[in-house]
C-alpha cells in the first residue's frame, strides 16, 4: 500500500564518510599508484585465463577429437577424460585460491591506501 507520507528520518549515528568528487576519481584513475593496482591486478588475472582457457580447450579438443585417448582407462572404470574433467574442477578452484592470495598480498593493501587517501581528502 503506498503513501504519500515521507519517509522516517534517519536514526543512524554512523557518521558517512564525506565522499570523493567525480574530479578526484578521474584524477585517481589517471595516477601512477592507480595504474601499478591495474598493472598489478592485469599481470596476474589475464595470464592465469589466457592458460585456463587453453587448458579448457585442450579439454574439448581432445573429448572431441581424441576419443580414443580419452577413453583410455587409468584405474577401474576411471578414464583419461574423468580425470581430465575433475582436473578442470581442481584448476578451477586453485586459480581461485591463488587470486584471492595475490589479492590479500598485493591488491587489497594498495586499494586501502588509495580509499583511505580519497576519503581523507574529501
Known amino acids: 500500500m ?20 567525480t574530479e578526484a576519481f578521474a584524477a585517481m584513475q589517471e595516477s601512477e599508484e592507480f595504474g601499478e593496482l591495474r598493472r598489478s ?22 573429448s ?18 574423468f580425470v581430465f574433467g575433475l582436473a578442470q574442477f581442481v584448476t578451477t578452484f586453485l586459480i581461485a585460491w591463488l587470486y584471492s592470495r595475490h589479492a590479500a598480498a598485493k591488491l587489497d593493501p594498495k586499494a586501502e591506501a588509495i580509499k583511505s587517501r580519497m576519503e581523507a581528502d574529501a
Not at 572431441?64 to 577424460?81: E, H
Open 2 to 21: 503506498a503513501t504519500d507520507a515521507p519517509p522516517p528520518p534517519e536514526t543512524s549515528t554512523e557518521a558517512v564518510p564525506a565522499q570523493p568528487t
Open 41 to 62: 591486478h592485469r599481470s596476474f588475472a589475464f595470464p592465469l585465463t589466457i592458460a585456463f582457457v587453453l587448458w579448457y580447450l585442450l579439454y574439448v579438443l581432445l
Open 64 to 81: 572431441n577429437y581424441a576419443g580414443g585417448f580419452m577413453g583410455t582407462k587409468v584405474y577401474g572404470n576411471i578414464n583419461v577424460a
